[in-house]
């Protein structure tokens, strides 16, 4: 029996979230793999038993189902041995902004903002009572781009961001850690999904590269973790700014420019 917390990954078929498994596993920790495709499921955790002994559940979930959801909520509260949660699970958009249904819009915000916070909802207070835990949310560098012209999944990123970094100001004074990602390409099944093409991407990270980055990361309690940034101070400077700007919103009054002009 292993004393290290157990990690539940959400999104852990395949891509990201089967390797975060992997590499959780290999560490010694006991799983909890959560995904809709049971047998893919089933055939990693089989593996992961085996190769690693630990302990591996699997748990069937539609994140996007709202039943599911409240299963997997329930989990996360009454579980104490879980103490690490991986916000995953995520799809990308296909098409431009005028080509969605609304079911589609529907989905993939369901899916990559209204899960990750629910499930993090989950598990904040047990992890607040007991001083520990860490919540890792996988956002992505299309949170800075709105440029890139994915504007739902760009905004759906640019609010895991911003989760993360609330819920870093209120967990961690009481003893939890909160981790986001940003990955920018990475090969996964997320570019089939979405019909883009990936080998029209020309630059693309390898998902081990980029999972064992992110937990280069993790290990050194970094709060927001960009992989694929080479320059560090970028953030840093980006952060800056926005906290620089905070300090300029005077909420009295409206700012001179805004004043109307008296043209009697
Ligand atoms: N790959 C990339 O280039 C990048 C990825 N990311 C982010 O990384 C995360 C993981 O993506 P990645 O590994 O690439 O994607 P994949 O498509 O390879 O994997 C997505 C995972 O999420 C699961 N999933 C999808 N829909 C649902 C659902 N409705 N309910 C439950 N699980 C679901 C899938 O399993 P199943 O089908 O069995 O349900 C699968 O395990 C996402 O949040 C993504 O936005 C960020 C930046 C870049
Ligand atoms: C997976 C995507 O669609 C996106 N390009 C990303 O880098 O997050």
Known sequence: MTTLSTVLITGASTGIGATYADRFARRGHDLVLVARDQARLDTLAARLREQYGVAVDVLRADLTNDADLST??????????????????????????????????????????????????????????????????????????????????????????????????????????????????????????????????????????????????????????????HVAERWDALDGARQGLMSDIRQTNAAERYRATNKE
């Open 72 to 229: 997997l909520e329930a989990r996360l509260r009454d579980d104490a041995r879980i103490g690490i949660l991986i916000n995953n699970a995520g799809m990308a958009q296909s098409g431009g902004f005028a080509q969605q249904s609304a079911e589609a819009i529907e989905r993939l915000i369901k899916l990559n903002t209204t899960a990750p916070t629910r499930l993090a909802a989950a598990v904040a207070t047990r992890f607040a009572e007991s001083g520990s835990g860490a919540i890792v949310n996988i956002g992505s560098v299309v949170a800075f781009a709105p440029e890139f012209g994915m504007t739902i999944y760009g905004a759906t990123k640019a609010f895991v961001l911003f989760l993360s970094q609330g819920l870093h100001q209120e967990l961690s004074p009481k003893g939890v850690y909160v981790q986001a990602v940003l990955p920018a390409s990475t090969r996964t099944e997320i570019w089939e999904r979405a019909g883009i093409d990936i080998n029209q991407i020309t630059d693309i990270m390898d998902v081990n590269e980029l999972v064992d980055a992110a937990l280069v990361g993790f290990d050194r309690r970094e709060l927001v973790t960009i992989p694929p940034l």
